[in-house]
């Protein structure tokens, strides 16, 4: 799971509208949350919100923000790539001439750099308030108390979790879209990877707290899921029951007034023909899959300890590809891994070619200190780049084809958001469509403007590079249709 699968305002921190902020009131005191990386890190950030909330303060209006009127901000770290680090350290930096200018305001430092960092952090910025882990979400309120009473940086990580974070308050980014994490940590031992050391090893909820969870999301207005985990279809295993993530599928698929239910991210090597038949034939799954190939070559998935090889990866995806032929499904890919040839890169290029992703998120392997791949031996920084460029540009021309499939094909969008600031003039709205495609919409002449929450079936008239454009004509016959 990374931020790149996630537009702009879904990948947006924690923000008030106004309607929740105590009418003006800064309660304990006004917060605002930067989040960096991955839906479980978004996700985290709504428990985040939740917990300051209960403890009685308020988050900040998007003006509030904008004007840096908070006294409490809190950035939830990333530790996936190489520049995390730097990343956290510049970003506590800017904070800091916020503070010059507001010495009342607290800033807070949580997720996964701050579960690898923390004494470092607390040491080199002794203006942080608290430091706390991806496993202490619950103990911010207390460490910014503390901290008011001592004026010290208060630290809180710990590496067994005692509770789930869904255990927590939540303060929901999104009304119609919501995330529902099903499991946390990592039992898999990728070289290259981070993850089981900031998350733990993997740990899955009950079905029951899963399924009770979604239902009262739906309740209060969701419309639409994202099941999260690390690994999300070895779901179950830790208690024996294989089929438990193609079970929770089917049962979600049970819940009256969800439309839409999506995950991320499975493992190819777990990825099993009951989930496959789960998603085929369970109405309200969407079949959109992010499935993470990282390479195409044999040799190279074996020393990043991937537990499949390429021949099995194309073998799931042409059985996901025959029970579901519209599925659109995005992949990641690592360029430059050490030890990686010429014929090693290659291979990479055949799979790709082969497997025609809709989308890649591609990287340039960056070794993280603690993994086994930042020992072995790296490749020149030249040489990595000009295969990245090879690969990116074979993707794109695939991706275009892609988006060229659907035009002149009827889509039906659930509207996420509307673009920009004049859209009462322009009309354009926008939202996804059922595998997943970002689409924007412009609404005809004459008809009424959706809402978020809504859907809207539309014709496709045009394809960018990574989204669609429907700017359907009524006369001459194309569709607009819009279900409340």
Known sequence: MNEDMMTEVERASIAADGTDSL????????????????????????????????????????????????????????????????????TIGLFNRIKLQRPNLQIAVGGCMAQLDRERIAKRKPWVAAVFGTKNIEDLPKLLDQNRLTDKPQ?????????????????RASRVSSWVAISVG????????????TRGKEKDRRPGDVLAEIRKCVADGAKEVTLLGQNVNSYGYGIGDRYAFSKLLRACGEIEGLERVRFTSPHPAAFTDDVIAAMAETPNIMHQLHFPLQSGSDRILRAMRRSYRSAKFLDILGRIRAAMPDAQISTDIIVGFPGETEEDFQATLDVVRKARFSTAFMFIY????????????????????ERFDRLVALQEEITQENMESFVGRDVEVMITGKLGKKDSDTHRVSGREKTGVLVHIGVPEGQPVPEVGDFVTVTVTHAGRHNLLADPDIAAGQTYSVRH
């Open 23 to 90: 009418l003006g009131e800064r309660g304990k005191g006004v917060f605002h949350i930067h989040t960096l990386g991955c839906q479980m890190n978004v996700h985290d950030s709504e428990r985040i919100a939740g917990v300051l909330e209960a403890d009685g303060y308020v988050p900040a209006t998007q003006e509030q923000i904008d004007a840096h009127d908070f006294d409490v901000i809190v950035l939830n770290t990333c530790a996936v790539r190489e520049n995390a680090a730097e990343r956290m350290y510049g």
């Open 155 to 171: 630290v809180r990580v710990s590496d067994q979790l005692q509770e789930f974070p869904s255990q927590l308050p939540a303060a």
């Open 186 to 197: 990592c039992n898999n031992t990728c070289t290259f990877c981070i993850v089981p050391t």
């Open 366 to 385: 960056s070794p993280r200190p603690g993994t086994p791949a930042a020992s072995m031996e790296q490749i020149p920084r030249d040489v990595v780049q």
